[in-house]
């Protein structure tokens, strides 16, 4: 218990983003976007810095590759990337027009996978 106090001030809405970073996010996954805030503004915007981007996940149905990934890119923040099979399958969909949609966590594997066998045997 020697760490420093947690005592957050409440938010008025006069406040500016980095005020509220350096001094509302003091726990948990906050206190690790501050970390990543704070590494940003003291290492990467250097003007001598790679930078370099890993991509895990799908990213691109969540809408992250055009509301996050394109504008940091065309601000020239990005070096390099590397990215997973999954992010590039989807940008291939939206690149070529194919349709993607909301499924369901719930939805079973297997279920999935015979529906698509099924449909694809019937054409």
Request: proline letters at 5%; a negative charge.
């Amino acid at each position: 218990m020697a760490g420093k106090r947690i005592l957050p001030k409440g938010l008025t809405g006069k406040e500016r983003l980095p005020q509220i970073v350096e001094e509302v996010f003091l726990a948990y996954n906050s206190a690790r976007l501050k970390e990543g805030c704070q590494l940003f503004t003291d290492k990467m915007l250097d003007p001598d810095v790679t930078i370099g981007m890993s991509l895990a996940g799908a990213l691109t149905p969540a809408g992250l590759g055009c509301s996050c990934v394109i504008p940091l890119i065309k601000a020239g923040f990005v070096d390099w990337i590397v990215a997973t099979g999954a992010n590039l399958y989807h940008d291939m969909h939206f690149a070529l027009n194919f349709p993607v949609h909301v499924g369901s966590f719930k939805f079973d594997d297997t279920d999935l996978r015979e529906t698509i066998w099924s449909a694809s045997t019937m054409s």
